[in-house]
Antibody
């Protein structure tokens, strides 16, 4: 069974930094792309950043480009999202998702990031 | 970037009704389209993938159709537990993606 467990969310001040983690199990971690999706309070879903299965190719939404960095640690089966220069509009629940080759995505339960002074 | 437009943004229907939600892509995406159901405080739940494939465990009253730019999610006989927000997602640009703005479904 695929399991994805996000952690690292919390309250941070504007311009601050935070690192999210997503611990994965139940599948071959290095064989799949992984994506961070966020949802601001009362709003829709936004794909924020992806890491290819090769662990090298990265993708970022324009809204976070230059501020967020996605990476993974294969020895820990863990995906990360380093978030710098945080803004009020980055407040959201952040989900990690395993990108299935057939279109089936598996999701974690999310971690809440609140950017506020 | 591929933009996804969902309609309606909200609707109200009665138990037993047939409900249809539509999703349009700004460019052709083949059949790379998924539908999700989301209830408050919960992660999105996959209902349909590859435009018309029913995810395991999802009731058969849910169905999807379409290809290219126009897609439809249909609930054949609405149940009280179907009250939720529904999103379409294009995975043509996978591993990145984009979502429709959501359709909030209320049971009368």
């Amino acid at each position: 069974e695929v399991q994805l467990l996000e952690s690292g969310g919390g309250l941070v001040q504007p311009a601050g930094s935070l690192r999210l983690s997503c611990a994965a199990s139940g599948f071959s971690f290095t064989s799949y792309a992984l994506t961070w999706v966020r949802q601001a309070p009362g709003k829709g879903l936004e794909c924020v950043s992806s890491l290819g299965g090769n662990g090298v190719t990265t993708y970022y939404a324009d809204s976070v480009k230059g501020r967020f960095t996605i990476s993974r640690d294969d020895s820990k089966n863990t995906l990360y999202l380093q978030m710098n220069s945080l803004r009020l509009e980055d407040t959201a629940v952040y989900y990690c998702a395993k990108v299935g080759t057939t279109g089936v995505w598996d999701w974690g339960q999310g971690t809440l990031v609140t950017v506020s002074s | 970037d591929i933009q996804m437009t969902q309609s309606p943004s909200s609707l109200s229907a009665s138990v037993g009704d047939r409900v249809t939600i539509t999703c349009r892509a700004s460019q052709t995406i083949g059949r790379h389209l998924s539908w999700y159901q989301q209830k408050p405080g919960k992660a999105p739940k996959l209902l349909i993938y590859a435009a018309s494939s029913l995810q395991s465990g999802v009731p058969s009253r849910f169905s999807g159709s379409g290809s290219g730019t126009d897609f439809t999610l249909t609930i054949s006989s609405l149940q009280p537990e179907d009250s939720a927000t529904y999103y379409c997602q294009q995975t043509y640009s996978s591993p990145m993606c984009s979502f429709g703005q959501g359709t909030k479904l209320e049971i009368k």
